[in-house]
């Protein structure tokens, strides 16, 4: 359990000492499961937490080939670990590792599971909004973290195929670039 | 006739090596050697070592477990601009250079620095040494305003700009003044709230990031406090993405100084709009009702509906000391709104005005083809027109813009047409190419002397040591001739 929470903190890690200087009390870029982990374990002692880190769940991921990829995986976990833990197939996920600063791991959640992943925070959703593919029920999977309840859902790994011809005539002509 | 012949001779060649059991071994090692004409498996060679270049090799790596990858690039550092163009106070951006250093480090890649193609090699004798040269050098120009002054002092292209704070050797002289109290930017892309962003943050914090220590010097002793970034469309045709103005919102002690009449009727067109377009559209609407604090000590904001026509000169007739702007109103919707003068004019008193309309590829050989009016180099989902064996990504392939996922995306793509095309044998891969050999023998009769990625590393090594007795991540060097001392010693 404390190492998959280390391991959280680090890869938030730049950008909760960015929130930190942040002066504004707005912005929250605390992940929803850090602040659940912590909270968590206040209650409970290292043994029983030691023991709950080796609950596992069952997800399956439909990968953009239309294969399903099936992996039980820890509790506390964000979809981002799974992904690295068990070196899963899908191209370019998790580009920023896990820093909120872009969209490769955006996933498409059944509208069910959803509702149960809870709020969205503004800077998760700017992300989103550049993904390719968006729907009502995206998430990133670096914001995503396992719990009991998600056992067994289906996460889609939406299509980046775009026509990059078309998108580069749709941007506008002026518009300056950013990498 | 000689082509059978040779292909069967091939095959005969490939016999032997299923007998000679350790040699095979060996390949299937590799992973196995799916095409049996060619032994040594495809040579491709990538033409910059920016994102695009790293992605596609990635993938090719990938995708065929018996290709050789080589990436050429004209400066002694990899990353292109990941390191140049990438904000300093965007770290997390800079995270995908961890995956590029896996490239590069692969077995089966090979990274060349200190190669200028097009001078010290030309794209023809790459294509003679691979079976496949990829295009991926980017956009080295900017797009320039074509209007009077712009040659004037105090006047800069955003690529110098950001190339300057971000350590791009041919920027280091640059030495803005940043003695005026506003800045205008031109264009209001997300490089235009990098620059805004730049000269408004707090030099505390920027003091932790690896922003050169000398532009960290004149930031300091900066009196910019108002940055205005002024764009020819309207609030619902803004370039920039949401993160980037979330970040405006959030600088400290900044306020927004906006003009309400930009958003006239913009609250009424908020519903039918897409999600993205419509969260960018309430939080800029957000800053404006919120406008500025009285303890603001800066403020930032947009102008819209503006097009420059001319950069004011002041007395000495060398400086700029304004802009005159040409007032516009749209016509047409959707994607093809268009500005059109009223012929208003208004001119704004600044000091330092930073052009951002958009950066631009330029031709590499004149035996590539080039589109000259879309700066881009033609072609058909990365395959160059008219060109059997040449392909592109990224800027050089659809033009300058998106985010780094875009040219992530379109670089897989590249590399998976590629692939597509040596299966279906459209790349011939039937004879034994040299690949690097060839071209670091040539090189070396030209002398020129390659970094390898081992020698990035030493140069990578310096730059982290000298940046943790300032406490940043790093402190780039500026030099190329000391990249290269570094690099050989």
């Not at chain 2, 498996?41 to 992605?55: K, N």
């Not at chain 2, 990274?111 to 010290?120: A, I």
């Not at chain 2, 670089?411 to 095309?421: E, G, K």
Request: glycine fraction near 8%.
């Amino acid at each position: 359990m404390s190492a998959c929470i280390l391991r959280v903190f680090l890869q938030r890690a730049a950008v909760m000492r960015k929130a930190a200087q942040q002066t504004f009390s707005q912005t929250r870029m605390f992940p929803q499961c850090v602040t659940e982990i912590n909270t968590h374990s206040r209650g409970i002692n290292t043994f029983t937490s030691s023991l709950r880190a080796e609950e596992k769940v069952a997800i399956h991921f439909l990968n953009r080939d239309g294969k399903r990829i099936s992996v039980k995986a820890s509790i506390g976990d964000s979809l981002l670990d799974v992904v690295v833990n068990h070196d899963l197939d899908i191209d370019g996920f998790g580009a920023c590792e896990g820093t909120l600063a872009c969209s490769t791991c955006h996933l498409i959640f059944e509208e069910a599971v959803y509702k149960k992943l809870g709020p969205v925070s503004d800077e998760e959703m700017d992300m989103l909004d550049l993904a390719y593919g968006l729907t009502d029920t995206s998430r990133l999977g670096c914001q995503v973290c396992l719990r009991k309840e998600l056992d067994g859902m289906i996460l889609r790994v939406p299509d980046v195929i775009s026509d990059a011809r078309v998108d580069s005539e749709k941007e506008s002509s002026t518009a300056p670039p950013k990498v | 006739m000689k082509r059978m012949t040779m292909i069967n001779f091939m095959k005969g060649s490939v016999m032997k090596i299923h007998r000679l059991s350790r040699a095979y071994r060996c390949l299937s090692a590799e992973g196995g050697v799916r095409v049996f004409s060619s032994a040594s498996g495809p040579r491709v060679c990538v033409v910059g070592g920016g994102p695009a270049g790293f992605y596609t090799a990635q993938q090719l790596l990938k995708a065929r477990q018996d290709a050789i990858v080589d990436i050429y690039e004209r400066l002694p550092v990899p990353f292109g601009l990941v390191r140049f163009g990438v904000a300093p106070d965007h770290p997390e951006v800079k995270n995908v250079i961890n995956t590029f250093t896996q490239t590069a480090q692969h077995e089966r890649c090979s990274f060349y620095g200190n190669v200028n193609v097009g001078k010290d090699v030309t794209i023809e004798e790459l294509r003679r040494a691979y079976h496949a040269v990829v295009l991926s050098y980017g956009a080295e120009g900017n797009r320039s305003m074509k209007i009077p002054g712009e040659d004037l002092s105090g006047v800069f292209s955003a690529k110098d700009f950001v190339g300057w704070y971000n350590g791009l050797p041919s920027n280091k002289e640059l030495c803005p003044d940043l003695s005026s109290e506003t800045a205008v930017i031109l264009g209001q892309g997300n490089v235009a709230l990098d620059v805004a962003r730049i000269l408004l943050s707090p030099v505390d914090m920027l003091k932790e990031t690896d922003i050169t220590q000398n532009s960290l010097a004149v930031l300091a002793g900066s009196n910019v406090r108002r940055v205005l970034v002024v764009g020819r469309r309207g609030p619902l045709q803004i370039a920039c993405t949401i993160k980037e103005v979330r970040e405006m919102v959030n600088l400290p002690n900044t306020g927004a100084d906006m003009l309400p009449s930009d958003f006239e009727g913009i609250a009424e067109a908020l519903k039918d709009l897409p999600r993205p377009r419509k969260r960018l559209t309430e939080l800029m609407m957000k800053a404006v009702k919120e406008g500025r604090d009285d303890k603001d000590q800066k403020c930032w904001g947009f102008r819209f509906f503006r097009s420059p026509v001319e950069v004011i000169a002041g007395a000495d007739g060398r400086t700029a000391t304004g802009i005159r702007l040409a007032l516009n109103k749209l016509e047409g919707s959707g994607e093809g709104t268009r500005a059109v003068p009223t012929g208003q004019l208004e001119d704004l008193e600044c000091g330092l005005i930073i052009s951002s309309i958009g950066y631009k590829s330029f031709p590499i050989d004149p035996t590539v083809p080039f589109d000259p009016r879309r700066a881009i180099v033609p072609n058909a989902m990365g395959r160059v027109q008219d060109t059997t064996g040449l392909y592109c990504s990224g800027w050089v392939k659809r033009g300058p813009t998106g985010v780094i996922a875009t040219t992530m995306n379109d670089s897989f793509d590249t590399a998976r047409v590629l692939v597509q095309d040596m299966e279906a044998g459209e790349v011939d891969l039937s004879v034994n190419k040299p690949g690097a050999q060839a071209i670091t023998a040539l090189l070396r009769t030209r002398g020129v002397r390659t970094v390898l990625f081992p020698q990035w590393e030493k140069i990578n090594a310096e730059e982290e040591k000298r940046g943790k007795s300032l406490g940043k991540p790093r402190e780039k060097l500026l030099d190329v001739d000391e990249m290269l001392k570094i690099a050989w010693s």
